[in-house]
C-alpha cells in the first residue's frame, strides 16, 4: 500500500483536476459532517411564523415553507446523502468485490454464475430496484441505502474480476500458488492489493451516482423520511413552491449538482493517476 | 553527406538525465549499430530521431535529418515519419493494433504514407517482401506467431519506402531460430532497398552480424564509437571490454554431487488443450501441447529442454512444478505418483520453480523479502530468527546483500531480480529446481552472471536441474543432457556437445545454425 500512497502524494501535485475535485467534494463532506454535533438552526423546529423568508443575517438562505433554517437542512441533507451513497458502496464492494474476485479465481460454472446474476441485475435500473425493496419493507433511509448497495454490487464485482482476470497471467500468482497459497489466498494476497487502485476510483464514482440515486429515490418519497431530511426530499418539498421562491428548489439542486461533479472530476483525477493502462494511452496520443 | 546527424543530444526527464550530450551521424545506407544495456538510453536515441519522445522530456541538442532540422510542428513530424523513417519495436504485440486485420494495418502505412496506388497490390507486395504469404493479410495480430508479427512491423515500416529503418531490439522477444531469420530479413530488406538501419540492441552477436559501425551507450553517454571490425577485434574502452567479455560464457568445471537413482520421471505424458471452434459446424481439433513425452531425471543431474516457442516446453514444465495438470500420462517423484496439479502438499517444498520474466514474477506491492519468504509456508512454522537466517544465507548466495530485502521489487533491475527469484524457488531447500528461460528475459551482460551463479548454487546445494530454453549455446554451460523439443515431442536427445556438433534432426540443425558467430578477440581475463 505505500508505493499506492506515494503515487496518490506524486500525482497530486500534477493532476489539477484531481485537486480541484478532492477539495471540493471534502468540503461537501465536511460541511455534512459538522452537522452531526451542530447546525445553526434544529431542523425539527418548525416556526411557520418565520416561513418563507429571504435571505437575511439570521438565516443566510433564508428559510422554506415550514420556517426551517435552510443552511441547517442543506447542511443535514448533504449528510444524509453521504451516509446513504458510503453504506450503499460499502455493501456493494463488501460484497460484490470477493465475488468477482472468486469468479476470476475459480472460473467455471461459479463465474458464469456470477455473471449471469450481474447481468440479472444489470437489467433493471436502480430506482425499480429500489421501488421493489421498499414496497416491500416500506421507505426509508435505510431501506434506500440497501437497493442502491444492491445496484452496485454487480458493478464491484465486474471491475473486480476485470482486474483480476488482467493479473491473472503474471507469474507472481503462480509462484504465490507453487508455495501453496489456496485461490482464495493468492486472491486476497496477491490480486486484491494491486487491483486495489481500481476499486477506489470505483468507488467514487458509484458514490456520485449513489447520492443522485438518494435523491431520485427522496423525491419519488420513497427514501429518507421526514423528520429527517435529505437534498432530494427538500427538492420533493419544494416542489410545491418553486414558483413562489425559486431559492428553495435551486439550493438543494445545486448541492447535488456540485457534489455530483466534485466526485466525477476527483474520480476520474483518480483514474488518470492510478490507471497505468489509460496514462500510456494518454502519452501516446501526446507523441502523435 | 549524412542521412542524419545528431549534434550533443540530451534528454532530461525532471532533474533525471537520460541522454547526455549523444553525438553520431549515419550515412545514406549505412547499417548503425547501438549497443548498451537496459537503462541505457539508447532506445531514447531512436525515438529523438523519430519525434517519438514523451511530453515530459526536455531536448537539448540538434538532429540534422537529410541537411534539414527535424521540424518542429507534430502534422511535418509526422510525414518524416510515414515517409522517411520507419520504426520497428521491441514488442510487436503491442505495437500492432489487435482489433485490425494485418493487411489492413500495412494499407493503413501506405495511405497515410500517400504512396497508396493499387492498395491491395501493394499489400500483397509488401508481405511477400517480407517473407509473409497473401493469406496472412485477413488475420489479426493473436493470430500470427511472434516472428510472423514483427514481420508485419517491419512491412508497416517499410510502407512508405524509408530512408532510414530503425530497428529497437527486434528480436529480443523472439526465440532463437525466428530471430535468425528476422536479422536476415532486416539484412536482405537494406541491400535490396539501400536503407540506412539504426539497429538497436543489448546483443552483441545480433550487432555484429549485421551492422559495419557501431555506438556503445552507457549511463546515456557514447563511451565508444568505431567501425565494427575494430570495435570488436580491439575495444578500447574498458566497458566495451566488458560487454563483450560478458557475451561468451566460460562453461566452468564444478566439483559435483554423482549422479544417482532416478528422482522424477515422466511416463507418457500428453497435455491437451481444447481449441475455440471455427463455427459450430467447424470444430477445431485439440491441441496437443505436450504429446506422450517421456523422460528420466536422474538425482544430481542437469537437463536441459530446448525448443523454439509453442513448442510446449513450459506446459511441462508447469505439470512438473504442479501449476497444471496432464490430460494423460503420470509423473513419479520419488516414488510419489501424481498427474500435476495434485502433487501432495509434503512435496510441494520439493519441487520448485523459477520463471521466465524478472518482472512479472514477483508482486509489486509485496517486499522482495516477503516474496522470498513466501514458500516458507510449506514447511512446518519455525522461529523468526531460523527464516531470518535462512533468507539471509540464500540471498547471500545468490550474490545480493540481505539489507536489500526490505524494498520493493521495481527498485531492482532484471538481473537483480531473478537472482531473487532464484533464492525464492531454493528457500525451501527443493531437490528439483525447474528453471523456465531464467536468462532469456535478461540482457546479454548479465546473462553470463547468471548462468555460472547456477552451475555454482547445482554444486553447492546438490540440486537437481530441468532447464528450459531455446538457446542451444546458454545450455551448454548448465546442462549434462539436451532434450530437444518440438510440437509437444522430444525428438533428440543428447550431451550439448553431441547436439551441436552432429545435431540429427531438421530442428537441431536449425537450432545449431541459429547461433550467430561469437565477436570479437577478448585476452582471457
Keep these: 500500500m505505500s508505493s499506492l500512497l506515494e503515487m496518490l502524494r506524486r500525482g497530486w501535485r500534477g ?29 425539527e423546529r418548525l416556526d411557520v411564523g418565520s416561513a418563507m423568508q429571504g435571505p437575511s443575517l439570521a438565516h443566510w438562505l433564508g428559510t422554506d415553507h415550514l420556517g426551517r433554517d435552510l443552511v441547517s437542512m442543506v447542511m ?28 476470476a479465481a475459480w472460473g467455471g460454472p461459479l463465474e458464469w454464475l456470477i455473471l449471469r446474476l450481474s447481468d440479472f441485475l444489470f437489467a433493471f435500473p436502480a430506482l425499480i ?15 434506500a441505502m440497501i437497493a442502491v448497495g444492491i445496484f452496485n454490487i454487480p458493478v464491484f464485482a465486474r471491475v473486480a474480476r476485470g482486474g483480476a482476470l488482467s493479473l491473472k497471467s503474471l507469474d507472481y500468482l503462480a509462484a504465490g500458488r507453487l508455495a501453496g497459497l489456496s485461490n482464495w489466498e493468492v486472491a486476497r494476497k496477491h490480486v486484491l492489493p494491486n487491483i486495489m487502485s481500481l476499486i477506489i476510483v470505483q468507488a467514487t464514482i458509484q458514490l456520485a451516482l449513489g447520492i443522485l440515486a438518494e435523491a431520485s429515490l427522496s423525491y419519488v418519497g420513497l427514501g429518507t423520511q421526514a423528520p429527517a431530511t435529505s437534498l432530494g426530499l427538500m427538492l420533493k418539498d419544494a416542489q410545491t413552491y418553486v414558483l413562489l421562491k425559486p431559492s428553495l428548489a435551486l439550493i438543494p439542486g445545486l448541492t447535488i449538482v456540485l457534489i455530483v461533479i466534485a466526485l466525477n472530476i476527483a474520480g476520474d483525477g483518480l483514474r488518470d493517476l492510478l490507471d497505468p493502462r489509460l496514462k500510456r494511452i494518454g502519452a501516446l496520443r501526446a507523441a502523435d | 553527406m549524412p542521412l542524419i546527424e545528431v549534434n550533443g543530444l540530451t534528454v532530461r526527464f525532471g ?21 548498451g544495456e537496459t537503462g541505457s538510453g539508447k532506445t531514447m536515441s531512436a525515438l529523438a530521431i523519430a519525434g517519438l519522445l514523451p511530453d515530459d522530456a526536455q531536448v537539448l541538442g540538434g538532429i540534422v535529418f537529410d541537411n534539414a ?78 516472428g510472423q508479427r514483427q514481420r508485419v512491423m517491419i512491412a508497416v515500416a517499410l510502407a512508405g519506402e524509408p530512408d532510414l529503418l530503425i530497428a529497437d531490439e527486434p528480436t529480443s522477444a523472439l526465440d532463437l531460430i525466428t530471430q535468425r531469420k528476422v536479422l536476415d530479413l532486416i539484412d536482405r530488406l537494406c541491400a535490396s532497398r539501400g536503407m540506412a538501419l539504426m539497429f538497436i540492441s543489448h546483443d552483441l552477436k545480433a550487432v555484429a552480424a549485421l551492422c ?7 549511463d546515456g553517454r557514447v563511451v565508444e564509437m568505431a567501425n565494427k571490425l575494430s570495435i570488436f577485434g580491439s575495444p578500447r574502452h574498458d566497458y566495451t571490454k566488458m560487454l563483450i567479455a560478458a557475451g561468451r560464457h566460460r562453461a566452468r568445471t564444478l566439483m559435483r554431487s554423482p549422479i544417482g537413482p532416478p528422482l522424477l520421471e ?23 501441447a505436450v504429446n506422450d513425452v517421456s523422460f528420466v531425471l536422474r538425482t544430481g543431474e542437469s537437463i536441459a529442454l530446448v525448443g523454439p516457442s509453442g513448442s510446449g516446453k513450459t506446459t511441462l514444465a508447469r505439470i512438473i512444478a504442479g501449476l497444471d495438470r496432464a490430460t494423460k500420462g503420470e509423473l513419479v517423484f520419488d516414488h510419489q505418483t501424481y498427474h500435476g496439479t495434485d502433487l501432495p502438499r509434503v512435496f510441494r517444498r520439493d519441487i520448485s520453480l523459477v520463471f521466465q520474466d524478472p518482472f512479472g514474477s514477483f508482486n509489486p506491492r509485496l517486499t522482495i523479502g516477503d516474496s522470498v519468504a513466501e514458500p516458507l509456508r510449506l514447511e512446518p512454522p519455525r522461529l523468526p530468527v531460523d527464516i531470518a537466517e535462512r533468507i539471509e544465507e540464500l540471498v547471500t548466495a545468490v550474490g545480493l546483500s540481505p539489507d536489500m530485502l526490505s524494498r520493493y521489487p ?97 530442428l537441431t540443425q536449425d537450432l545449431v545454425a541459429a547461433r550467430l558467430p561469437e565477436v570479437g578477440i577478448v585476452p582471457a581475463s
Design chain 1, 15 to 43: 493532476h489539477w483536476s484531481l485537486r480541484i475535485g478532492t477539495i471540493a467534494a471534502l468540503v461537501f463532506l465536511l460541511i455534512g459532517f459538522v452537522s452531526f454535533v451542530w447546525t445553526p438552526y434544529p431542523i
Design chain 1, 76 to 103: 443535514k441533507g448533504t449528510r444524509t446523502s453521504f451516509v446513504v451513497a458510503a453504506i450503499a458502496v460499502a455493501i456493494g464492494a463488501l460484497i460484490g468485490v470477493p465475488l468477482g474476485l472468486g469468479a
Design chain 1, 129 to 143: 430496484i429500489a421501488i421493489i425493496i421498499t414496497t416491500l419493507f416500506g421507505p426509508g433511509a435505510i431501506n
Design chain 2, 15 to 35: 532533474d533525471r538525465t537520460v541522454l547526455d550530450g549523444v553525438s553520431f551521424a549515419i550515412d545514406k545506407g549505412e547499417r548503425f549499430g547501438a549497443i
Design chain 2, 69 to 146: 532540422p527535424l521540424p518542429t510542428v507534430e502534422k511535418e513530424m509526422a510525414r518524416l515519419r510515414g515517409r522517411r523513417i520507419g520504426f520497428v519495436f521491441q514488442e510487436p504485440m503491442s505495437a500492432l493494433d489487435p482489433l485490425m486485420e494485418v493487411g489492413a494495418q500495412v494499407g493503413e502505412a501506405l495511405v497515410l504514407s500517400g504512396r497508396a496506388k493499387d492498395t491491395p497490390a501493394q499489400v500483397r507486395q509488401l508481405l511477400d517482401e517480407v517473407g509473409l504469404e497473401a493469406q496472412h493479410a485477413q488475420r489479426f495480430p493473436h493470430q500470427l506467431s511472434g
Design chain 2, 212 to 218: 559495419t559501425r557501431v555506438m556503445v551507450i552507457k
Design chain 2, 266 to 288: 515422466v511416463k507418457n505424458l500428453v497435455r491437451r488443450f481444447r481449441q475455440p471452434d471455427i463455427s459450430i459446424f467447424e470444430p477445431r481439433p485439440p491441441l496437443f
Design chain 2, 410 to 506: 521495481h527498485e531492482f533491475s532484471g538481473g537483480q531480480r531473478q537472482r531473487f527469484a532464484i533464492a525464492r524457488a531454493l528457500i525451501t531447500k527443493p531437490r528439483l529446481v525447474v528453471l523456465d528461460e531464467p536468462v532469456s528475459a535478461l540482457d546479454v551482460s548479465v546473462r553470463g552472471e547468471v548462468l555460472v551463479m547456477l552451475n555454482r548454487l547445482r554444486a553447492d546445494f546438490g540440486l537437481t536441474f530441468l532447464i528450459i530454453s531455446h538457446d542451444l549455446e546458454m545450455v551448454r554451460i548448465v546442462a549434462d543432457r539436451v532434450m530437444v523439443m518440438d510440437k509437444g515431442k522430444i525428438i533428440e536427445t543428447g550431451t550439448p556437445a553431441q547436439l551441436l556438433e552432429a545435431p540429427r534432426e531438421k
